[in-house]
């Protein structure tokens, strides 16, 4: 065994680990989580040494999916607070802890509770729909939550009558409004990560390169100027198995710039340029290696909803999570894996 894993039961001060090359880590890391019983769950836009480590990477709705099917008692959550209270909720036998807790949600911060509850009192009848971007104490306000993998579907399946309040991403709640044709009002919050690119900077980058094909994420904002600017708009998830399957070999990549670690991983032979640099989520950029390292020496930070917000929150999650999986039911079977996201907008057009 590593001398340094033996003397672990003491703390390491994380100086100690910056100083490590990364491959004795990431080697380190792996043995330690397997011996503390802890299973690593981290979001596409992870840097790489932590998605190394991961026993699984995804967007937020592939995250609470798989967390439903943990056996080990103790999940790692690196990705940032919202998600990490997600997975409290949804498994609440398991210990949830975070690398660092200071890793939260510029969008999610955009709606508190209050707010909703003066909208949906300004809105009677009408049904609250949340982005799972979004704090538990604000999802336990709301009718219905969503990923931008399925936000489509559960739109789809709120009654054609209703009036819909969707809160906070207002790109993406102006995008479902277009593609569903629904009475959608749409909260004013945006993800500062993917409000930084911009429209002029997109042009010259397909300029450079014609063949490439652009893949815009639904929080873009340049998205309700000009719908049709994308040659695809995709959840992160949808962009994972979207190149893989794409004959092109050069892809513009249009949201937080974390994801590209993985799809040129996946794809070492094709091309991916981030639509903009500047396109990162320092929250997310919060979680490192050493951090992930120290959490396992610790079992630091927990994470936990108060019981009567999360008995709330749970309704507009597990509802999320059923319509997802009864589509997903119907669908033919050759059609479903957990890894691919075709069915959620072939189940999404079936209803239209
Ligand atoms: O759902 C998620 O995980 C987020 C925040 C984006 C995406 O499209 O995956």
Known sequence: MDKLLESSAVPMPEAATLAMPK??????????KKQR?????????QEGPIQEVADFTGDSLKLAQFAKTVAEPIILFCGVHFMAESAAMICPDKKVIVPDPAAGCSLADMIVPSHVRTWKKEHPGGVAVCYINTSAAVKAECD?????ANGELIIEAIPAEKEILFVPDYYLGTYLKTRTGRNIDVWKGYCPAHAVINPEEIDHLRDAHPDAEFLMHPECGC???QIDLADQILSTDGMIQYVKKSPSTTFIIATEKGILYRMRKDNPEKTFIA????????????????KVFRS????????????????RALVPLERMLAITERARAKQPAETISLYEDDWILAAANDLR
């Open 23 to 32: 491959e004795r880590l990431i080697a380190l890391v792996k043995e330690m």
């Open 37 to 45: 019983g802890v299973v690593i769950l981290a979001h596409n836009y």
């Open 144 to 148: 219905y939550c969503c990923t931008s």
């Open 223 to 225: 998205l309700t100027k």
């Open 275 to 290: 639509a903009s640099e500047h396109a990162g989520c320092h929250h997310m950029e919060r979680n490192t290696l050493e």
């Open 296 to 311: 396992l020496v610790t079992l630091e930070y927990p994470v936990t909803v108060d019981p009567e917000i999360a008995l």
